[in-house]
C-alpha cells in the first residue's frame, strides 16, 4: 500500500483536488495516508470508545492523560479532567459517529494534543485497538461501582531489577503495602513484565485520589535510577 504524506490541512485539500481518485483510494484503503505538523499543546487526553452496529450501540468508556517523558509513552493516569472531557466530547462524538459509518466496529483509542492557555485541540489519531496501557485501565474499569478508585494509573515503565518474576514482585509489593485489595479496588497490581529485556514491569494501579495514585507510582518500583 502507498502512503502520501501532508504538513498541513491546506496539503491535504491540494492532494483533493490535484487527484480525482485520492479520497477513493482512502476509502478503499488501497492508499495510506500521513499528516505531520507541529502544535502547541501541554496535555495529551486519551479517550476509549467502543462502536458498535449502531450509533446507540457506541459509546465511550473512559478519558485519561498520557504521562510523557519527552516523547516517550510511559502510562495514563485517569480519569481526566471533567471540564476537558466535556469540550472534547462533540469532537469525540463526531468522530465515533464516522467510525461506526465506515464499518469500524470495537474498541478504539482517540489521541488528543490539548493547549490549555487556549483551550484549542487537536485530534492527533485513532488506534483501532486496545494498547498495553490500556489493559489495566479496563480492568480497573471493570470493578463494581461500589469498590471502583476514583483515581488510577497504568503504568509501563516500572524499574525493577531484570529478570524479577510476576511472584517476586507481588510479594515486594506486599512487603511495602503497596499490593491491590480486591475488597476496596486500592493498590497496586502487575500486568505484564518485559524484565527479562528491559528490567520494566507493566502495572495498573487503584487509588482514592490522584496524589494517592502518584504516592503509589512513586513507591511501586523496585529501583530507582
Not at 495516508?33 to 486519551?46: C, G, Q, T, Y
Amino acid at each position: 500500500m502507498g502512503v502520501k504524506e501532508a504538513g498541513s490541512l491546506q496539503e491535504f485539500r491540494t492532494l483533493l483536488r490535484e487527484d480525482p481518485r485520492f479520497l477513493d483510494q482512502l476509502r478503499s484503503r488501497s492508499l495510506g495516508l500521513r499528516i505531520e505538523s507541529a502544535v502547541k499543546a501541554k496535555k495529551f487526553p486519551n479517550v476509549m470508545v467502543l462502536i458498535g452496529e449502531s450509533a446507540a450501540e457506541s459509546r465511550l468508556i473512559y478519558g485519561s492523560d498520557q504521562i510523557l517523558a519527552g516523547n516517550v509513552h510511559k502510562g495514563n493516569i485517569g480519569p481526566a479532567d471533567k471540564d476537558l472531557m466535556e469540550t472534547l466530547m462533540p469532537s469525540v462524538q463526531t468522530t465515533m459517529n464516522w467510525l461506526q459509518r465506515i464499518g469500524f466496529r470495537g474498541l478504539a483509542g482517540l489521541d488528543f494534543a490539548v493547549d490549555p492557555q487556549t483551550g484549542k485541540f487537536w485530534l492527533l489519531e485513532i488506534n483501532g485497538r486496545v494498547n498495553g496501557n490500556n489493559g489495566a485501565g479496563f480492568l480497573i474499569h471493570g470493578l463494581p461501582d461500589a469498590i471502583r478508585p476514583k483515581a488510577w494509573v497504568a503504568s509501563n515503565a516500572i524499574k525493577v531489577p531484570v529478570g524479577t518474576t510476576h511472584e517476586e514482585y507481588v510479594r515486594f509489593l506486599a512487603e511495602k503495602r503497596l499490593a491491590f485489595d480486591a475488597a476496596s479496588g486500592i493498590g497496586v497490581f502487575p500486568v505484564n513484565s518485559l524484565t527479562g529485556v528491559k528490567g520494566l514491569m507493566q502495572v495498573g494501579i487503584g487509588a482514592g485520589s490522584m496524589d494517592e495514585a502518584n504516592r503509589f507510582l512513586a513507591g511501586a518500583a523496585m529501583l530507582v535510577r
